[in-house]
């Protein structure tokens, strides 16, 4: 088919949607359990990167030069405006970093457009937010972090021992300023991050 990116997301059922109500009556049957889960994870992996296709992103993949753009902006912790309903974005304006939310009901929203009043609420955000944002996404691309940047924002840095003990375990590694998880520590990367926020 020519493909040369996938994005595959394993399917996470969250209470209060359609998904969570049908699997809290039963009516989900046949899903993996958490260590099934990690054994298609780890095909996946193997799949796509004997394809050209390895992962740059905890659930992207890739051809090299292939990756999205677009979405590194996010990963990457770049600025980007929030467009349409509910949207959410992250922009600099005078030096501060801002969280944008446009209101969520569309009807709401397309008269807010027509009012040039789009956004909802526009707050700013703390550096050691900033901080905390960049690390998750920021670990979720192979390139990791850049532990000057999380420095600059929340003005310390990361903890040597948190970092020293996931190395020791294999779940992140550092190089020179980078930070980046490593294949097992991607696997339980929400893990890693709370370890590393909590410091």
Same mark, same amino acid.
């Given at each position: 088919?020519? &493909?040369?990116? +996938?994005?595959?997301?394993?399917?996470?059922?969250?209470?209060?949607?359609?998904?969570? $109500?049908?699997? !809290?009556?039963?009516? @989900?049957?046949?899903?993996? $359990?958490?260590?099934?889960?990690?054994? *298609?994870? /780890?095909?996946?992996?193997?799949?796509?990167?004997?394809?050209?296709?390895?992962?740059?992103?905890?659930?992207?993949?890739? !051809?090299?030069?292939?990756?999205?753009?677009?979405?590194? &902006?996010?990963?990457?912790?770049? $600025?980007?405006?929030?467009?349409?309903?509910?949207?959410?974005?992250?922009?600099?304006? !005078?030096?501060?970093?801002? !969280?944008?939310?446009?209101?969520?009901?569309?009807?709401?929203? =397309?008269?807010?457009? /027509?009012?040039?009043?789009?956004?909802?609420?526009?707050?700013?955000?703390?550096?050691?937010?900033?901080?905390?944002?960049?690390?998750?996404?920021? =670990?979720?691309?192979?390139?990791?972090?850049?532990?000057?940047?999380?420095?600059? *924002?929340?003005?310390?840095?990361?903890?040597?021992?948190?970092?020293?003990?996931? /190395?020791?375990?294999?779940?992140?590694?550092?190089?020179?300023?980078? &930070?980046?998880?490593?294949?097992?520590?991607?696997? &339980? +990367?929400?893990?890693?991050?709370?370890? @590393? *926020?909590?410091?």
């Amino acid at each position: 088919m020519a &493909v040369d990116h +996938l994005s595959l997301y394993q399917l996470t059922i969250e209470p209060g949607t359609a998904f969570g $109500d049908r699997y !809290a009556r039963g009516k @989900l049957s046949g899903l993996p $359990d958490d260590d099934r889960a990690g054994d *298609m994870y /780890e095909a996946t992996q193997e799949i796509c990167n004997s394809a050209g296709l390895p992962a740059y992103e905890v659930s992207n993949h890739a !051809a090299p030069g292939a990756e999205s753009r677009h979405n590194l &902006v996010y990963w990457r912790y770049g $600025d980007y405006a929030g467009i349409g309903p509910g949207a959410h974005g992250r922009i600099t304006i !005078a030096g501060q970093r801002r !969280a944008t939310e446009a209101y969520a009901q569309p009807g709401k929203w =397309l008269n807010a457009v /027509e009012a040039t009043q789009p956004v909802d609420s526009i707050e700013p955000i703390s550096g050691s937010e900033q901080a905390d944002e960049y690390l998750m996404m920021g =670990l979720r691309v192979s390139e990791g972090i850049d532990a000057r940047r999380y420095r600059a *924002m929340s003005g310390q840095d990361l903890s040597a021992h948190t970092l020293a003990r996931l /190395e020791e375990i294999g779940m992140i590694v550092q190089e020179k300023y980078r &930070v980046r998880a490593t294949q097992h520590g991607r696997m &339980v +990367l929400n893990a890693v991050i709370k370890e @590393l *926020m909590s410091g």
